[in-house]
């Protein structure tokens, strides 16, 4: 049976221009989220990750430079005719149709299949890598390059805003005192490949429903129970570490809590990257991926920053300190509106 | 058409289709609030939820309300949405409602410019948690749904193209159908 191998990956944010360079700075606790108040992005000031430098077509330049640094790595073919691109986002260009924007992104690298663009809120990217993995384990494709992006604009950060949802600080996930999301843009690609043996694999993944409430999380974390459920399915043991969605906001957090909770994972330590580059949204899950996988290749599972007081009612073990061990596998878990929850597991494979 | 389904529902200009038989035709002027609000009422149920979706969500709602049946399953019936312009409607509505002086616009817009919403409101309604995606396509494209179809767990799945640009542009087309018809299973057809 094929397995789906990472083969190279790239995070492009205002955090670091390489997948190496964002973990360093977060391995050395640093933080790209701070005070904006440019008002073409937000009128009202806020908290957030934004890009300092211009970028003309900014969304298709951000991805283009990130997909340019991840196939350079892999040494892939973008022009074979078993590649296939994989778009994540949520807003892309607003009123310029999803499919088109990818188009001309896939026009750039050659690539000859249509790209596929993948739009499910802020599960977007986790749910692309799982169908990415399922696709290459079928055997269409051998080689998948998978990109989320999100800009930010007035639109999405005023729109979080009238939900009352942004942090008044640096984001602060499972905190007792957390009060909202940083929002930030990034573009992040990852290559998944049945052609190599070894490194970190993506097993498998799953996303389930609430069926509750379209922008309230569920009381019971029923969809996001039900995912990990599937996805840790058929796992021996425990994951080394949790990548979690952490948003901080309060009802997300809690939320994740009890789906921890009811899943046994009370005791596997814990993380959430958002305070390091922000809700990257279409992007996050990829972002994120990545992160873990680093940490699984290096062994440092990274702190949540801001955690201090435990703020959410189950018993769960958030990361305090970056932690140096063996670690072999990570679950990473996302949830969005819609009432939408995915997770995937990422294993090392010698 | 190579994918054999089981209920297929189709609303566009002032028609409802179910199965490939015009059910419905309405009076009011097509694609506007009034028109669907006509077609709800002609489902005689009880769903007051309805009236605050937005024009996209209320178009997906309709179409699978005519195509629900028994074999809707609350953890193995899967969604698969598609379309070009995502949630073009109300991404103008939400952006009409930022207002300069009177900053912070209307939330109930927001939470709807996502493509994905549909699908939760579907989902709400049928108590549907299967796996569910949202695939941004320039047409209607029955392959693309059968090769989406192919890498999604499930029993059954509901499936289609849910397009409202605008009251001149717009038109729901879903199917219906079981896993066993991708397979090539005893019923297949396809594969």
């Known amino acids: 049976m094929k397995k789906a191998f990472i083969i190279a990956d790239n995070i492009f944010s205002p955090l670091g221009k390489t997948s190496c360079e964002v973990f360093e700075n977060m391995a050395h606790g640093k933080s790209s989220v701070k005070l904006v108040e440019n008002g073409e992005i937000c009128r009202v000031p806020a908290y957030l990750s934004v ?32 590649t296939l691109f994989i778009l994540s986002t949520t807003k892309g260009n607003i009123g310029v149709p999803l499919n088109k924007t990818a188009e001309i992104i896939a026009e750039k690298f050659g690539f000859i299949n249509n790209p596929l663009v993948i739009s499910n809120a802020c599960i977007s990217g986790v749910v692309a890598i799982t169908i990415a993995e399922r696709l290459i384990k079928k055997g269409g494709y051998r080689n998948i390059v998978v990109t989320g992006a999100d800009i930010l604009t007035d639109f999405i950060v005023s729109g979080f805003q009238s939900l009352k ?30 052609d190599a043996k070894s490194g970190v694999e ?46 901080a906001t309060s009802f997300n957090d809690e939320m994740e809590s009890i789906g ?19 809700h990257t949204l279409g992007a996050a899950g990829i972002a994120e991926i990545i992160i873990s996988a680093h940490s699984i290749q290096k062994g440092i599972a990274l702190k949540t920053p801001g955690y201090e007081n435990h703020g959410v009612t189950r018993n769960i073990t958030v990361l305090k300190e970056n932690m140096r061990a063996e670690l072999t596998s990570c679950l990473k878990t996302a949830s969005g509106f819609g009432g939408c929850n995915a997770s995937v597991l990422l294993v090392k494979n010698k | 058409m190579r994918l054999k389904t089981i209920r297929s529902c189709r609303i ?15 009076t009011e002027t097509p694609g506007t609030s009034k028109q669907f609000k006509e077609i709800y009422l002609s489902l005689n149920i009880d769903y007051p939820k309805f009236y605050k979706m937005d024009m996209l969500s209320k178009l997906a709602f309709l179409a699978v309300e005519f195509i629900k049946n028994e074999g809707f399953s609350e953890k193995d019936t899967a969604i698969i ?16 409602s930022i207002d300069p002086d009177n900053y912070f616009p209307n939330p109930a817009f927001f939470v709807y410019t996502l493509p994905n919403v549909m699908i939760g409101e579907i989902s709400i309604r049928h108590n549907l948690k299967g ?6 396509t320039e047409n209607k ?13 499930f029993k059954n799945c509901i499936a289609g193209f849910i397009e409202y640009e605008n009251e001149n542009n717009f038109e729901a087309d879903i199917i219906f159908f079981e896993r066993n018809y991708l397979n090539g299973g005893e019923n297949g057809t396809a594969y």
């Open chain 1, 51 to 82: 890009f300092d430098e211009k970028f003309e077509n900014k969304f298709e330049s951000i991805c283009i430079n990130s997909i340019h640094g991840a196939v350079s790595e892999s040494g892939i073919d973008p022009k074979d005719s078993q």
């Open chain 1, 165 to 194: 949802a942004i942090g008044s600080t640096v984001c602060r996930p499972f905190d007792v005192a957390r009060n909202g999301i940083n929002l930030g843009e990034c573009a992040a690609t990852v290559i998944l490949s049945s």
């Open chain 1, 202 to 247: 993506v097993t498998g993944g799953a996303f389930n429903g609430d069926a509750n409430h379209i922008s309230g999380p569920s009381r019971t974390a029923e969809g996001l129970y039900l995912s990990i459920s599937r996805t840790m399915n058929g796992f021996n043991g425990l994951p080394s570490f949790i990548s979690a969605h952490g948003t």
């Open chain 1, 260 to 278: 921890f909770d009811r899943a046994d994972l009370n005791d596997v330590p814990l993380n959430s990257l958002k305070p390091y580059f922000g």
């Open chain 2, 12 to 26: 566009s200009n002032d028609t409802v289709e179910v199965d490939g038989k015009t059910v419905l035709k309405t």
């Open chain 2, 81 to 96: 949405m598609t379309n070009a312009n995502s949630t073009l409607d109300v991404d103008l509505k939400y952006t009409k």
């Open chain 2, 131 to 136: 796996e569910s995606v949202f695939v941004s």
């Open chain 2, 141 to 153: 494209d029955l392959e693309l749904l059968e090769n989406i179809a192919k890498t999604l767990e």
